[in-house]
């Protein structure tokens, strides 16, 4: 019921936004004499930014074309290497570009695109052969590719590492770290050779006991029964994944946008006025964040509720309990890979010392192998996107990359 209503609304508004649209061109045509007047840029301004508040929004592009090697322009281009049912395997291949460290980034799967770590790759792509994982959108998953759950992703890592071949290193953001730090315990345990050399976890929850935000106590307070009866539901008829139980992306964007509504309004206050004084630059920048941030998909539910239990409920990684199809994932397994933790000081999604206890779990890891990195006075998206990400955060990122391209 609630899936079709959103579905109704989502249709009443893109008319809307249409008709805002025409409105905010019409009210700024030289023959409209309206426009010369105080009050048509005001109303211009005001129609703009509904139109783009409540227009419909699909799958965002990349648009990477080029890069700088050296210092020399190098044009990029997309190639899908591995396709699987509910995400793939995306390789940004430079022109005439050969070696660099092959670098597998992991993007959550948390109710955005990958789209959303285009500044990660963008800003990694000069000195690094990036992949990128892409997951689907589950809604468009048919129901005959079966479900996917945490264990799933566990293997989809896997399996994205050995087909990159060994030498690889992965950056985790967010939410795969702990996937991912699973997936190394598991490769690490099985010497699989294609195990990455580095582990970069970026505001990931590993251990979300430490500094509580408010995204883990809403994931901890109620029980699972309440996830499973309150936000999931299923996918309407009219999508190839019809019938499959979802947390749709709509109740995830709901949430975080509740989390800062005052936030919200005042970037939408500032791009009103920028619209106003011409500032067009200004206001395409917040228009650009929010065509990204809006962009939203649906999550398996096995795979959502299985996170709510296994990382911010059981808090079963840090406390060596977790499982893998059965087996257990040993933290003290991790010898070789070198595993660098990054927080950000202002970070509400996930607190200060969760990706740090990363570090504390790999118990049989030297010392010389792990490194911790506060980004002071940047929150959770200004740690892979944004000025301070590019120039403060980066570097301690390729650094530790480029000291351990070889294994020992």
Same mark, same amino acid.
């Given at each position: 019921?609630?899936?079709?209503?959103?579905?109704?609304?989502?249709?009443?508004?893109?008319?809307?936004?249409?008709?805002?649209?025409?409105?905010?061109?019409? %009210?700024?045509?030289?023959?409209?004499?309206?426009?010369?007047?105080?009050?048509?840029?005001?109303?211009?301004?005001?129609?703009?930014?509904?139109?783009?508040?409540?227009?419909?929004?699909?799958?965002?592009?990349?648009?990477?074309?080029?890069?700088?090697?050296?210092?020399?322009?190098?044009?990029?281009?997309?190639?899908?290497?591995?396709?699987?049912?509910?995400?793939?395997?995306?390789?940004?291949?430079?022109?005439?570009?050969?070696?660099?460290?092959?670098?597998?980034?992991?993007?959550? %799967?948390?109710?955005?695109?990958?789209?959303? /770590?285009?500044?990660?790759?963008?800003?990694?792509?000069?000195?690094?052969?990036?992949?990128?994982?892409?997951?689907?959108?589950?809604?468009?998953?048919?129901?005959?590719?079966?479900?996917?759950?945490?264990?799933?992703?566990?293997?989809?890592?896997?399996?994205?590492?050995?087909?990159?071949?060994?030498?690889?290193?992965?950056?985790?953001?967010?939410?795969?770290?702990?996937?991912?730090?699973?997936?190394?315990?598991? %490769?690490?345990?099985?010497?699989?050779?294609?195990?990455?050399?580095? /582990?970069?976890?970026?505001?990931?929850?590993?251990?979300?006991?430490?500094?509580?935000?408010?995204?883990?106590?809403?994931?901890?307070?109620?029980?699972?029964?309440?996830?499973?009866?309150?936000?999931?539901?299923?996918?309407?008829?009219?999508?190839?994944?019809?019938?499959?139980?979802?947390?749709?992306?709509?109740?995830?964007?709901?949430?975080?946008?509740?989390?800062?509504?005052?936030?919200?309004?005042?970037?939408?206050?500032? %791009?009103?006025?920028?619209?106003?004084?011409?500032?067009?630059?200004?206001?395409?920048?917040?228009?650009?964040?929010?065509?990204?941030?809006?962009?939203?998909?649906?999550?398996?539910?096995?795979?959502?509720?299985?996170?709510?239990?296994?990382?911010?409920?059981?808090?079963? /990684?840090?406390?060596?309990?977790?499982?893998?199809?059965?087996?257990?994932?040993?933290?003290?397994?991790?010898?070789?890979?070198?595993?660098?933790?990054?927080?950000?000081?202002?970070?509400?999604?996930?607190?200060?010392?969760?990706?740090?206890?990363?570090?504390?779990?790999?118990?049989?890891?030297?010392?010389?192998?792990?490194?911790?990195?506060?980004?002071?006075?940047?929150?959770?998206?200004?740690?892979?996107?944004?000025?301070?990400?590019?120039?403060?955060?980066?570097?301690?990122?390729?650094?530790?990359?480029?000291?351990?391209?070889?294994?020992?």
């Amino acid at each position: 019921m609630l899936y079709n209503a959103y579905e109704m609304q989502r249709t009443l508004l893109a008319g809307a936004s249409t008709f805002a649209n025409m409105g905010a061109e019409w %009210m700024q045509s030289p023959a409209n004499p309206l426009s010369y007047t105080a009050m048509g840029p005001l109303m211009a301004s005001g129609l703009d930014v509904f139109a783009h508040a409540s227009a419909p929004r699909g799958k965002p592009a990349f648009g990477l074309k080029m890069t700088l090697v050296d210092g020399k322009p190098v044009p990029v281009s997309e190639e899908i290497v591995l396709r699987k049912p509910f995400g793939q395997l995306k390789h940004f291949v430079r022109k005439g570009i050969q070696g660099g460290p092959k670098l597998l980034i992991v993007a959550p %799967m948390s109710g955005h695109y990958a789209t959303l /770590l285009r500044g990660t790759v963008e800003r990694m792509l000069p000195e690094h052969d990036v992949y990128i994982t892409d997951w689907r959108d589950a809604k468009m998953v048919p129901m005959s590719e079966g479900k996917f759950d945490l264990d799933d992703y566990v293997d989809y890592v896997i399996e994205f590492l050995e087909h990159i071949g060994p030498g690889a290193h992965m950056l985790a953001v967010c939410q795969p770290s702990v996937p991912c730090y699973a997936a190394a315990c598991l %490769m690490s345990e099985d010497n699989n050779p294609a195990r990455p050399l580095t /582990l970069t976890m970026m505001g990931g929850p590993i251990d979300t006991r430490e500094a509580p935000t408010e995204v883990n106590t809403v994931a901890t307070q109620r029980p699972h029964s309440w996830f499973e009866q309150n936000v999931i539901h299923t996918v309407p008829f009219y999508y190839p994944g019809a019938g499959r139980r979802v947390y749709p992306g709509f109740l995830q964007l709901t949430g975080f946008m509740a989390m800062n509504f005052g936030n919200h309004l005042i970037s939408h206050w500032t %791009m009103f006025k920028h619209l106003v004084e011409g500032d067009g630059d200004s206001a395409d920048s917040t228009k650009g964040f929010y065509d990204e941030y809006r962009s939203v998909c649906d999550m398996d539910a096995d795979f959502y509720l299985q996170t709510i239990d296994v990382v911010f409920q059981d808090h079963a /990684l840090p406390k060596g309990e977790m499982m893998h199809r059965g087996r257990k994932v040993d933290p003290a397994a991790i010898k070789d890979i070198a595993i660098l933790a990054v927080e950000g000081e202002r970070d509400d999604i996930s607190g200060i010392g969760q990706t740090k206890a990363a570090l504390k779990i790999a118990t049989s890891l030297p010392k010389a192998l792990k490194k911790y990195h506060m980004a002071d006075g940047v929150g959770h998206y200004g740690i892979f996107n944004g000025r301070r990400w590019r120039e403060i955060i980066a570097p301690v990122v390729t650094g530790w990359i480029a000291d351990h391209d070889k294994r020992d």
